[in-house]
């Protein structure tokens, strides 16, 4: 019997879920808006909003889930990677709560909890099974062999898959963050009206930066000859820049399904939610027999359903925290690899 309290605020999003004996009683997130006018997340702001919203957002999860405070067993919190300031009002906040409550805090990494998304509703893949994150900061092939025991195959050597959409987003003239208007653009569009740049990058790592500046390139020219080509051109654009990224991502995620010998593959992350992404991987997945793993759209993007998933894993092993806790804003994957399972 548990019922943990999840918070996150690793970035621009606010939310607070709660889960009892497993099962997710509660997940509520606050967006900010504010950045949408500054074109990208201004650090300072976010901090400031997550001040803001905490208290409502914890609030509102608890009166979901039916449950006081002084009900809970742990408090746990992402602990990175992320913004600093950010980070430090979700630890801050649950250092406080759980000293308040006397109950034991739970460190969550925001990335580890992505993949462990997976296992909040059913069907649930079973080991092991490959994940591919891709979201506004990190996309990384890993190899999930059990909850605590992975291994990263590749991952971005640049940008993100999510940042690739953002930036494409935002030469084509369309607001922060772009990749849900791309993803909307491109399902109205020709896929293979424009052709842009594929890397040729060794191994399971991927680039996303030669993209960048071949659509760059691309768009000054076409404007030199029509000043109003990406207006006229929006849908067909957005379908193709969209179809390039899932080439990308695709050709890296075959090599290393095929190299390891797998037939479970999961995706997750914010730009899990895109839609010519999911449609791609379930063709694929179709063709060569594989089992596709997608979570519920609610825990694709930010949210602290998936910390209390992770949280609720690492409580039945006795995986908790102390209030010396300190957030990483680079805490990297491999730090929530179980300890006895480190060589
Ligand atoms: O995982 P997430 O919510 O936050 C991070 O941890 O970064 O991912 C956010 C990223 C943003 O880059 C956003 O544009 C992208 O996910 N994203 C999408 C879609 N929904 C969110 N990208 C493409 N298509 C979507 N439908
Ligand atoms: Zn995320």
């Excluded at 759980?98 to 925001?110: C, D, F, G, Q, S």
């Excluded at 063709?287 to 992770?310: H, K, S």
């Amino acid at each position: 019997m548990s019922a943990i309290l999840a918070i996150e605020s690793s970035c621009d999003d606010t939310s607070a879920a709660v889960i009892i004996n497993g099962s997710m009683a509660s997940n509520r997130v606050a967006n900010q808006q504010i950045h949408e006018q500054y074109g990208g997340v201004v650090p300072e702001l976010a901090s400031r909003a997550h001040h803001e919203n905490l208290l409502p957002v914890v609030q509102a999860a608890l009166n979901d889930a039916n449950i006081q405070a002084a009900d809970l067993d742990a408090i746990a919190v992402t602990a990175g990677p992320g913004l600093m300031g950010s980070l430090i009002v979700g630890t801050s906040f649950a250092k406080g709560l759980a000293l308040a409550l006397n109950k034991p805090l739970l460190a969550v990494n925001h990335m580890h909890a992505h993949i462990l998304a997976h296992f909040i509703d059913d069907p649930k893949p079973k080991f092991p099974f490959l994940c591919l994150t891709v979201s506004g900061g990190h996309t990384q092939l890993v190899l999930m062999r059990d909850y605590f025991d992975f291994e990263i195959l590749g991952q971005t050597i640049d940008d993100a898959a999510g940042e690739a959409f953002d930036k494409a987003a935002k030469m084509l003239g369309l607001p922060y963050p772009g990749g849900p208007l791309v993803d909307k653009h491109a399902a109205l569009g020709n896929p293979y009206a424009f052709k842009f740049p594929m890397p040729n990058m060794p191994g399971f790592d991927f680039s996303f930066s030669g993209l960048k500046t071949g659509i760059l390139y691309f768009l000054q020219k076409q404007q030199q000859q029509q000043a109003d080509f990406v207006v006229q051109q929006m849908n067909d654009l957005c379908a193709s820049i969209q179809h390039t990224i899932i080439r990308i991502l695709i050709n890296k995620l075959i090599l290393a399904m095929e190299a390891h010998g797998l037939s479970r593959l999961a995706i997750a992350g914010g730009v899990s939610a895109n839609r010519g992404l999911r449609q791609a991987l379930a063709e694929l997945a179709n063709q060569r027999g594989w089992e596709l793993f997608v979570p519920d759209f609610q825990y694709c993007t930010d949210n602290a359903g998936m910390i209390a998933m992770t949280a609720h894993l690492q409580f039945e092993r006795g995986m908790t925290a102390g209030q010396d806790l300190i957030p990483d804003p680079r805490l990297p994957l491999t730090a929530a690899v179980a300890k006895e399972d480190k060589p």
